[in-house]
């Protein structure tokens, strides 16, 4: 279960919105599911986290429908790219 504080983190990851709409498409607002983004050979980190709407997650041409490669084939976007993004707008 989620502390206080990762709940509060939570909450400010999920308020950027997508960040492949954000970024890629220019939408501003689109909801967001976090996803946990796992490096290849290390656990899931809780701070690696990546915010995503339903489709760019878990649909057809999301992270979990595409696999990783295929997502980042699609979108020309790495995981870790988006990350770096997330990470500037936090820190904005």
């Known amino acids: 279960m989620a502390t ?6 939570f909450d400010k990851l999920a308020r950027i919105g997508c960040i492949l709409c954000r970024t890629a498409l220019g939408v501003q607002d689109s909801p967001a599911e ?3 983004y796992r490096r290849f050979g ?6 690696d986290i990546i915010p995503l709407c339903p489709e760019h997650h878990r649909g057809n041409t ?10 980042e084939n699609k979108w020309g ?6 990350l770096e993004k997330v990470y500037e707008l936090l820190n904005e």
């Open 77 to 82: 976007v790495t995981q870790d790219s988006l």
């Open 34 to 36: 976090l996803h946990h």
């Open 42 to 47: 290390q656990p899931r980190s809780a701070s």
């Open 62 to 71: 999301g992270v979990h429908g595409l696999g990783r490669k295929g997502f």
């Open 4 to 9: 206080k504080n990762e709940k509060k983190s």
